[in-house]
T-cell receptor
Framework: AQTVTQSQPEMSVQEAETVTLSCTYDTSESNYYLFWYKQPPSRQMILVIRQEAYKQQNATENRFSVNFQKAAKSFSLKISDSQLGDTAMYFCAFEDQKLVFGQGTRLTINP | DTGVSQDPRHKITKRGQNVTFRCDPISEHNRLYWYRQTLGQGPEFLTYFQNEAQLEKSRLLSDRFSAERPKGSFSTLEIQRTEQGDSAMYLC??????????????FGAGSRLTVL
């Protein structure tokens, strides 16, 4: 079974700083999707970014980008110019017909 | 379309009672998923449907849990003889199964269950 590990339970940075959240996964598949989802306090989960494993180019969505290292099975999320509204739980997920989620990283952006 | 709707948003029940949650997915989506999330943890997969067919059930899902999607639209998740360990947020999500949006899940706000 696929597993997803997020080794940073909590992180805290100042507004406007850059922060990187780590994620590793385990799979024997060669083609798959990876995701980062954001869950703001008391609000629903929303998609941040998606990466297809067969694409070597790292996905980017505005201030959010990933560093996808397929051989190392690593999928980190970089948030540039962090904003107060980025405060949330962030979940890394692997797609295997359904999504398998990591334990999450609680990110706090301080003013 | 207003997204994925879940009802009720909050449910408090006594141990041993039965509860039922409803999920209305995005109408164009043919896949519907149920997850359970406890405080500070990632969502755990429970089951998913493609149209009306239940394609996978987690081993976490005991016999007290049953899910249906009778007409391939809304779904219900029933928990019989609730236990305190069932207290959690129950999340529903939906997606396409094909195309550029395949497996991009849209989540509802969740149904929070508290078992006393």
């Amino acid at each position: 079974a696929q597993t997803v590990t997020q080794s940073q339970p909590e992180m805290s940075v100042q507004e406007a700083e850059t922060v990187t959240l780590s994620c590793t996964y385990d799979t024997s598949e060669s083609n798959y999707y990876l995701f980062w989802y954001k869950q703001p306090p008391s609000r629903q989960m929303i998609l941040v970014i998606r990466q297809e494993a067969y694409k070597q180019q790292n996905a980017t969505e505005n201030r959010f980008s990933v560093n996808f290292q397929k051989a190392a099975k690593s999928f980190s999320l970089k948030i540039s110019d962090s904003q107060l509204g980025d405060t949330a739980m962030y979940f890394c997920a692997f797609e295997d017909q359904k999504l398998v989620f990591g334990q999450g990283t609680r990110l706090t952006i301080n003013p | 379309d207003t997204g994925v709707s879940q009802d009720p948003r909050h449910k408090i029940t006594k141990r041993g009672q039965n509860v039922t949650f409803r999920c209305d997915p995005i109408s164009e989506h043919n896949r519907l998923y149920w997850y359970r999330q406890t405080l500070g943890q990632g969502p755990e997969f429970l089951t998913y449907f493609q149209n009306e067919a239940q394609l996978e059930k987690s081993r976490l899902l005991s016999d007290r849990f049953s899910a249906e999607r009778p007409k391939g639209s809304f779904s219900t998740l029933e928990i019989q003889r609730t236990e305190q360990g069932d207290s959690a947020m129950y999340l529903c999500a939906s997606s396409f199964s094909r195309g550029p949006g395949a497996n991009v899940l849209t989540f509802g706000a969740g149904s929070r269950l508290t078992v006393l």
